[in-house]
């Protein structure tokens, strides 16, 4: 088994994996329950001032499924904590004493003057805690009060904030930052500045889940009336590997460590978020939807996953950054064509469909009068579409063309690159 | 053995109340709306789809299900209504494991098809209780079109030329519309009176007169009906079971299947059925399993079914083959009847063996064995009774059956016909349907001078 302990801005944990502040991190009882089922850390829901805010007593999350009622994305709008400051200190300086080999961190959000964070952080940080996160990403109700992704949203304030952070606190300072922005970058490129030691992402993102179709209000509601929430689960994950590979690939910020979050459900969704940068992950969702013992498929997953690939952990981490680059630097010459396995193949037509109806028109329905799906190459773009919706896994596969004629342009293949930069078409083109 | 002993076993409440309603409630329950969505989730939707194609109908399958998924039960009972008039039928007991679900690529994916017909019934039932009619009716057109026969090809060709905008009567030889479906089909195939609840929904879209207990042949001619209405179509179906050709055919407990499972689909009271305690069951279609299960189920002891041929020829599909099998029926294969022995009443039956002799054709083996049955159920197929028909000149039959092209249309300008009676199908409900459909549309061109 691969090790996965794991060092984080100094933290070690026995695994790679905690808990999202969030609810499944809000109070002890819960945290008990997932370090005895083996989370690696956990960042504690989110603390503020006293007198603590309030919730609604109604529903507080919606979820869209599929028809199996699996949960594809999930929607809240829960606040911050809604227990009295000194409950969670106490609470948390237990749980530090009972779990001293995992990572506890706690996650802050303060109204923006450098007096509270002065006086609130000294107090969390006594309780033996490993590091801060900032909350500047929660996109709904706190965000209406300043905080939360109110902060986030200006670099500036992220960059204050982050300043403060540093001043009172002598552990860590993560800063979690909100996807409810245009770039991810001038967030990140702020909390640097600002002297976090990390950031982790992504938050939620701003959403409605649906109408209800018999009282045409948006649904759920709180007697009749409903608010946006945070968006998250599996249906976010894209959206969160992009931001963290902007961050791991930008020279001005690849030096910032990353947390990442975002529908991460099993050990493949980290292989991703490691992979493309992020040093370790937090999940919330997946917990929520399934429980904390999804957390044996994360660990062992990965651990069979590295055994097999032959790497550490270490070597994992943001060893597909290099892959991600700009639309500009893609080699304009390389040349991909469907191939279908007929072998493979059930039938079902819908590439040709989709080709037919939506892109190129290069599978065939009939070949000689029988039911067929080829790939026509003088038509194909190399496009992935079929690939993209055959219901058979490696039924279809791009292959590369080295040598000879493309038959649809009709040119022939070069092996040498040639990018956007640099090609005729481009008014901007570099000359060579 | 005493005198007694001897006497034919045959006699009703062999089993009590409780197990009748249990073999006879619903072979295969609806699926839950929870089901029904996991299993709309496995369609593929497939381009040009290959159950469509192999569905008599022609129903947009995929189209369905996807309406299934989406909730929009309506919309999907539209898709299949109109294509199928009887989809609901067709969903309880279309063969669909040589039809729509053989030819799912899920078969080539994993084996297990999409249950096509699982969710085809799902998506029909609520409209029983829809009040807006999924389908209305044209304008008038001031036709007239007599329909003989109330089985699915008449009932599907009648609600087409309704909504069409023409007037149909529709003559029935029976008691109660729906012919086979109303009389031939296993009652735990279609339990709560589903049948005629169909009937209702059929003729619910108006412009339909039924006029049941009128015999063709009897009561009426085809030329009669030629002369007083714009277009006849004939859907009369089979009539009189085939006949073994031996001797001891007449005795008591030779029984003919078709009859028999009538009497238990109209009986109010299942257990007071006489049923043998060995019945012998001769034949290998539908019907043959049909009212082999039926008797087990009834509490016969020992049901035998015997076919001429190997199971490859039944014409029940494997699935039903195993249904039987699973019932306790034993199938025995390549043997023919040659003597119905007893003096008063049918006791034995005597087989040979058959075999395909060089040629290909079947042929006796010699060897031969006896089973001992109280009843014998004839299950070999029925005959169209021709002299109904009332010979009119240029009415072509071909092997006993009418004759009709690709429209549905008669060697008779003004005739159309559809279901069992015609040359043409495979005595399936949904190509009765499909035919009486056809012929409906081809109808209305004519009407309409297209």
């Given at each position: 088994?691969?090790?996965?302990?794991?060092?984080?801005?100094?933290?070690?944990?026995?695994?790679p994996?905690?808990?999202?502040?969030?609810?499944?991190?809000?109070?002890?009882?819960n945290?008990?329950?997932?370090?005895?089922?083996?989370?690696?850390?956990?960042?504690?829901k989110?603390l503020?001032e006293?007198?603590?805010?309030?919730?609604?007593?109604?529903?507080?999350?919606?979820?869209?499924?599929?028809?199996?009622?699996?949960?594809?994305?999930?929607?809240n709008?829960?606040?911050?904590?809604?227990?009295?400051?000194?409950?969670n200190?106490?609470?948390?300086r237990?749980?530090?004493?009972?779990?001293?080999?995992?990572?506890?961190?706690?996650?802050?959000?303060?109204?923006?003057?450098?007096a509270?964070?002065?006086?609130?952080?000294?107090m969390?940080?006594?309780?033996?805690?490993?590091?801060?996160e900032?909350?500047?990403?929660?996109?709904?109700?706190?965000?209406?009060?300043?905080?939360?992704?109110?902060?986030g949203?200006?670099?500036?304030?992220?960059?204050?904030?982050?300043?403060?952070?540093?001043?009172?606190?002598?552990?860590p300072?993560?800063?979690?930052?909100?996807p409810?922005?245009?770039?991810?970058?001038p967030?990140?490129?702020?909390?640097?500045?600002?002297?976090?030691?990390?950031?982790?992402?992504i938050?939620?993102?701003?959403?409605?889940?649906?109408?209800?179709?018999?009282?045409?209000?948006?649904?759920?509601?709180?007697?009749?009336?409903?608010t946006?929430?945070?968006?998250?689960?599996?249906?976010?994950?894209?959206?969160?590997?992009?931001?963290?590979?902007e961050?791991?690939?930008?020279?001005?910020?690849?030096?910032?460590?990353?947390?990442g979050?975002?529908?991460?459900?099993?050990?493949r969704?980290?292989?991703?978020?490691?992979?493309?940068?992020?040093?370790?992950?937090q999940?919330?969702?997946?917990?929520?939807?399934?429980?904390f013992?999804?957390?044996?498929?994360?660990?062992?997953?990965?651990?069979n996953?590295?055994?097999?690939?032959?790497?550490?952990?270490?070597?994992?981490?943001?060893?597909?950054?290099?892959?991600?680059?700009?639309w500009?630097?893609?080699?304009?010459n390389?040349v991909?064509?469907?191939?279908?396995?007929?072998?493979?193949?059930?039938?079902?037509?819908?590439?040709?469909?989709?080709?037919?109806d939506?892109?190129?028109?290069?599978?065939?329905?009939?070949?000689?009068?029988?039911?067929?799906?080829?790939?026509?190459?003088?038509?194909?773009?190399?496009?992935?579409?079929?690939v993209s919706?055959?219901?058979?896994?490696?039924c279809?596969?791009?292959?590369?063309?080295?040598?000879?004629?493309?038959?649809?342009?009709?040119?022939?293949?070069?092996?040498?690159?040639?990018?956007?930069?640099?090609?005729?078409?481009?008014?901007?083109?570099?000359?060579? | 053995?005493?005198?007694?002993?001897?006497?034919?076993?045959?006699?009703?409440?062999?089993?009590?109340n409780?197990?009748?309603?249990?073999?006879?409630?619903?072979?295969?329950?609806?699926?839950?709306?929870?089901?029904?969505?996991?299993?709309?989730?496995?369609?593929?939707?497939?381009?040009?789809?290959?159950?469509?194609?192999?569905?008599?109908?022609?129903?947009?399958?995929?189209?369905?299900?996807?309406?299934?998924?989406?909730?929009?039960?309506r919309?999907?009972?539209?898709?299949?209504?109109?294509?199928n008039?009887?989809?609901?039928?067709?969903?309880?007991?279309?063969?669909?494991?040589?039809?729509?679900?053989?030819?799912c690529?899920?078969?080539?994916?994993?084996?297990?098809?999409v249950?096509?017909?699982?969710?085809?019934?799902?998506?029909?039932?609520?409209?029983?209780?829809?009040?807006?009619?999924?389908?209305?009716?044209?304008?008038?057109?001031?036709?007239?079109?007599?329909?003989?026969?109330?089985?699915?090809?008449?009932?599907?060709?009648?609600?087409?030329?309704a909504?069409?905008?023409?007037?149909?009567?529709?003559?029935?030889?029976?008691?109660?519309?729906?012919?086979?479906?109303?009389?031939?089909?296993a009652?735990?195939?279609t339990?709560?009176?589903?049948?005629?609840k169909?009937?209702?929904?059929?003729?619910?879209?108006?412009?339909?007169?039924?006029?049941?207990?009128?015999?063709?042949?009897?009561?009426?001619?085809?030329?009669?009906?030629?002369?007083?209405?714009?277009?006849?179509?004939i859907?009369?179906?089979?009539?009189?079971?085939?006949?073994?050709?031996?001797?001891?055919?007449?005795?008591?407990?030779?029984?003919?299947?078709?009859?028999?499972?009538?009497?238990?689909?109209?009986?109010?009271?299942l257990?007071?059925?006489?049923?043998?305690?060995?019945v012998?069951?001769?034949?290998?279609?539908?019907?043959?399993?049909?009212?082999?299960?039926?008797?087990?189920?009834?509490?016969?002891?020992?049901?035998?079914?015997?076919?001429?041929?190997g199971?490859?020829?039944?014409?029940?599909?494997?699935?039903?083959?195993?249904l039987?099998?699973?019932?306790?029926?034993?199938?025995?294969?390549?043997?023919?009847?040659?003597?119905?022995?007893?003096?008063?009443?049918?006791?034995?039956?005597?087989?040979?063996?058959?075999?395909?002799?060089?040629?290909?054709?079947?042929?006796?083996?010699?060897?031969?064995?006896?089973?001992?049955?109280?009843?014998?159920?004839?299950?070999i197929?029925?005959?169209?009774d021709?002299?109904?028909?009332?010979n009119?000149?240029?009415?072509?039959?071909?092997?006993?059956?009418?004759?009709?092209?690709?429209?549905?249309?008669?060697?008779?300008?003004?005739?159309?016909?559809?279901?069992?009676?015609?040359?043409?199908?495979?005595?399936?409900?949904?190509?009765a349907?499909?035919?009486?459909?056809v012929?409906?549309?081809?109808?209305?061109?004519?009407l309409r001078?297209?």
């Amino acid at each position: 088994m691969a090790d996965l302990r794991t060092t984080f801005l100094g933290i070690p944990s026995p695994n790679p994996f905690w808990l999202a502040s969030a609810p499944p991190t809000d109070k002890a009882y819960n945290v008990n329950r997932a370090f005895e089922a083996g989370w690696g850390g956990a960042v504690w829901k989110t603390l503020g001032e006293d007198p603590p805010i309030v919730n609604v007593s109604g529903p507080r999350y919606g979820a869209i499924h599929s028809n199996e009622r699996r949960v594809i994305g999930f929607n809240n709008i829960e606040l911050i904590t809604d227990r009295p400051l000194q409950t969670n200190l106490d609470e948390m300086r237990q749980i530090k004493k009972d779990w001293p080999d995992r990572a506890l961190v706690a996650s802050v959000m303060l109204p923006m003057n450098e007096a509270t964070w002065a006086k609130y952080l000294p107090m969390v940080e006594d309780t033996g805690i490993d590091a801060f996160e900032l909350n500047f990403g929660c996109p709904h109700g706190m965000s209406e009060r300043g905080m939360g992704a109110a902060v986030g949203q200006v670099p500036e304030y992220i960059q204050m904030a982050a300043e403060w952070a540093k001043k009172a606190a002598s552990v860590p300072v993560i800063v979690k930052l909100t996807p409810n922005v245009t770039s991810i970058l001038p967030p990140a490129k702020a909390a640097l500045d600002g002297g976090a030691d990390a950031v982790s992402l992504i938050n939620t993102i701003n959403s409605i889940m649906r109408v209800d179709y018999d009282s045409l209000t948006m649904y759920p509601t709180t007697d009749g009336m409903g608010t946006h929430g945070g968006y998250c689960g599996e249906a976010v994950k894209p959206i969160a590997l992009n931001m963290v590979a902007e961050i791991a690939r930008t020279k001005e910020t690849r030096s910032l460590p990353v947390s990442g979050i975002g529908g991460i459900t099993d050990w493949r969704d980290a292989v991703d978020f490691l992979a493309l940068g992020a040093s370790n992950v937090q999940v919330c969702t997946a917990a929520m939807v399934y429980g904390f013992k999804i957390i044996d498929d994360l660990v062992d997953g990965l651990s069979n996953f590295l055994d097999d690939k032959r790497l550490t952990l270490d070597e994992l981490i943001g060893k597909a950054v290099p892959s991600v680059t700009d639309w500009q630097y893609l080699n304009l010459n390389y040349v991909e064509k469907a191939v279908i396995d007929q072998d493979l193949c059930i039938q079902c037509g819908r590439c040709h469909v989709v080709c037919e109806d939506t892109s190129h028109q290069a599978i065939t329905h009939t070949v000689n009068g029988e039911r067929r799906f080829e790939v026509i190459d003088s038509e194909c773009v190399g496009c992935n579409l079929c690939v993209s919706v055959c219901p058979v896994e490696d039924c279809i596969s791009m292959h590369r063309l080295t040598e000879g004629i493309d038959p649809r342009t009709g040119e022939p293949i070069s092996m040498e690159k040639a990018d956007w930069t640099t090609h005729p078409n481009n008014p901007m083109r570099k000359t060579k | 053995m005493s005198k007694s002993a001897q006497q034919p076993d045959i006699r009703s409440n062999r089993l009590d109340n409780d197990e009748i309603a249990r073999n006879f409630g619903e072979l295969h329950p609806p699926l839950s709306r929870s089901e029904a969505l996991i299993e709309a989730d496995r369609c593929y939707f497939c381009y040009d789809a290959p159950c469509t194609t192999a569905c008599p109908t022609g129903i947009d399958i995929p189209g369905f299900i996807q309406k299934i998924r989406s909730d929009n039960i309506r919309g999907s009972a539209h898709t299949i209504l109109r294509e199928n008039i009887m989809g609901g039928m067709c969903a309880r007991v279309c063969p669909t494991e040589v039809l729509c679900e053989e030819a799912c690529v899920r078969n080539t994916h994993e084996e297990k098809p999409v249950e096509i017909g699982l969710l085809q019934r799902y998506a029909t039932d609520p409209i029983f209780d829809q009040e807006t009619p999924l389908f209305s009716r044209a304008a008038a057109t001031g036709k007239k079109v007599a329909v003989v026969g109330a089985g699915p090809a008449g009932l599907s060709c009648a609600h087409r030329l309704a909504m069409l905008g023409h007037e149909v009567v529709v003559f029935n030889r029976d008691d109660k519309p729906g012919g086979l479906n109303e009389y031939g089909i296993a009652a735990y195939k279609t339990v709560d009176d589903f049948a005629q609840k169909e009937v209702d929904y059929i003729l619910s879209i108006g412009g339909i007169e039924l006029r049941n207990g009128k015999t063709l042949g009897k009561d009426f001619t085809v030329q009669e009906l030629r002369d007083s209405y714009d277009a006849v179509f004939i859907g009369i179906g089979l009539g009189s079971t085939n006949r073994i050709g031996l001797d001891g055919e007449s005795l008591p407990g030779v029984s003919s299947a078709i009859e028999y499972i009538a009497e238990i689909r109209q009986a109010s009271d299942l257990g007071k059925l006489p049923v043998g305690r060995r019945v012998v069951v001769i034949g290998g279609g539908m019907t043959a399993i049909d009212i082999a299960v039926q008797s087990k189920r009834l509490g016969a002891e020992v049901v035998d079914l015997v076919y001429r041929r190997g199971p490859e020829q039944m014409g029940a599909s494997r699935y039903e083959q195993d249904l039987a099998k699973t019932n306790g029926v034993t199938i025995h294969h390549w043997a023919r009847p040659v003597e119905l022995l007893g003096d008063d009443h049918l006791k034995t039956i005597r087989f040979e063996r058959t075999a395909l002799d060089d040629s290909g054709r079947l042929a006796a083996q010699g060897d031969r064995f006896e089973l001992t049955a109280d009843t014998v159920f004839k299950a070999i197929g029925q005959v169209l009774d021709v002299g109904l028909l009332g010979n009119p000149a240029g009415l072509e039959f071909q092997h006993d059956r009418i004759v009709i092209d690709a429209a549905g249309r008669t060697t008779l300008a003004d005739v159309w016909a559809g279901g069992d009676c015609v040359a043409v199908g495979d005595d399936l409900t949904v190509t009765a349907v499909q035919q009486g459909k056809v012929a409906a549309i081809d109808i209305d061109r004519r009407l309409r001078g297209e």
